[in-house]
């Protein structure tokens, strides 16, 4: 058995558009995901952090075979993701879970939680004799903390907190390899975060799940992440454990991004500002797609697009973080950024 759980491909996903211009739109294509390449291990916890618009969604919707790549592929246990609903999609489903970043919105306001904590076994196992699954639902809510007297209570009944908490046991009911959790606690207060991010590494050691963990907050993702993956406009910039990525980044836009984030200690030190927004997906800049906003950047960035250079465990697209040696170094930090 390989240790590889699910991997991309050249993963793409592009969208046609229409811009304004002439009677109908001028049509043009958005790159909402372009080409991306990454394993994901059993057990293991990949973070997928980037400004919004950067493809992380997209990214997720493909793994989970939501939507169809544009090309690539995107590999479960060695086998191509299907993405119509034949029965292998259904069994699949079994063995690979969602959690979404608003759970009113996963879940039914007319059901008791229990009954939708249960869905998987009546959806999945509909021989498991009823005073089974009253069981086994009850012991999935004891294991996210919720109290048996909540059993009956609908969604609009429970907190944020406890809501997200409902979407867990229901998403772990069929003991999946792998959770795909898009910005999991985002829509909840921070303390609120802190307790369901507790929560989830407690499950993690428990059950060993595997997750692609989305977030643009990289104080959840550290906090999470075995691995961390970097995306911009679609591609992946950067890759490496989270105390590298986070303590010593090596694109620019990773470092800019890590100088943002505020730390217990300091609000954000050495602030790179980085010039506009990013691009637009629809006309991804020439040569590197971060040069214009890049505070390093040269001659070279304009014209050549840097590939995804791979180097013990570390990866960087950044032909200032990569010497002619193969070696990886950190782009020189912020030549000329506004540093506030
Ligand atoms: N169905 C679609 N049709 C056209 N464009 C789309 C579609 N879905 C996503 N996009 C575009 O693809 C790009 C990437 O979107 P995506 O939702 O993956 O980004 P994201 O990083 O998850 O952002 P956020 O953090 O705001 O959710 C965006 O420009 C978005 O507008």
């Avoid at 950067?54 to 995107?74: D, M, Q, R, Y």
């Avoid at 890049?294 to 590939?307: G, I």
Wanted: proline content about 10%; hydrophobic content about 40%.
């Amino acid at each position: 058995m390989s240790d590889v759980l699910l991997s991309a491909r050249a993963l793409a996903r592009h969208y046609p558009v229409r811009l304004p211009g002439g009677l109908l739109g001028r049509p043009a294509t958005l790159k909402a995901v372009d080409g991306v390449d990454f394993d994901l291990a059993r057990g293991e916890v990949l973070g997928l952090v980037g400004e919004s618009g950067c493809g992380k969604s997209t990214t997720a919707k493909l793994v989970l075979g939501h939507v169809p790549p544009s090309s690539g592929e995107v590999r479960f246990d060695g086998a191509p993701v299907p993405t119509d609903r034949r029965a292998d999609w259904r069994r699949l489903r079994r063995r690979m879970q969602m959690i979404y970043q608003d759970p009113l919105g996963a879940l039914d306001r007319r059901l008791p939680i229990v009954a939708q904590i249960g869905e998987p076994f009546d959806i999945h196992c509909p021989d498991m004799p009823r005073p089974e699954r009253r069981e086994r639902a009850a012991a999935l809510m004891a294991s996210v903390g919720l109290r048996p007297d909540q059993a009956g209570s609908y969604p609009h009944e429970l907190s944020g907190g406890q809501r997200q908490r409902v979407v867990i046991a229901r998403a772990l009911a069929l003991d999946p390899e792998l959770l795909v959790c898009d910005e999991p606690v985002s829509a909840l207060d921070v303390s609120i975060q802190a307790q369901v991010l507790n929560l989830m590494s407690d499950l993690r050691d428990r059950t060993g799940f595997a997750a692609l963990f989305i977030s643009h907050d990289l104080k959840v993702v550290r906090q999470m992440a075995d691995r961390v993956v970097v995306m911009y406009l679609g591609r992946i910039v950067e890759e490496g454990l989270p105390d590298q990525v986070f303590h010593a980044p090596l694109h620019p836009y990773t470092q800019a991004l890590v100088s943002a984030a505020p730390t217990p200690h300091r609000r954000a030190r050495n602030r790179i500002v980085l010039p506009g927004d990013p691009p637009n997906p629809v006309d991804v800049p020439s040569g590197c797609p971060f040069h214009p906003r890049c505070p390093a950047a040269v001659a070279r960035c304009r014209s050549e697009v840097p590939s995804l250079v791979r180097d013990a465990g570390r990866a960087v697209a950044c032909h200032l973080a990569q010497s002619a040696g193969g070696d990886l170094s950190p782009a020189p930090r912020a030549l000329k950024a506004k540093v506030a």
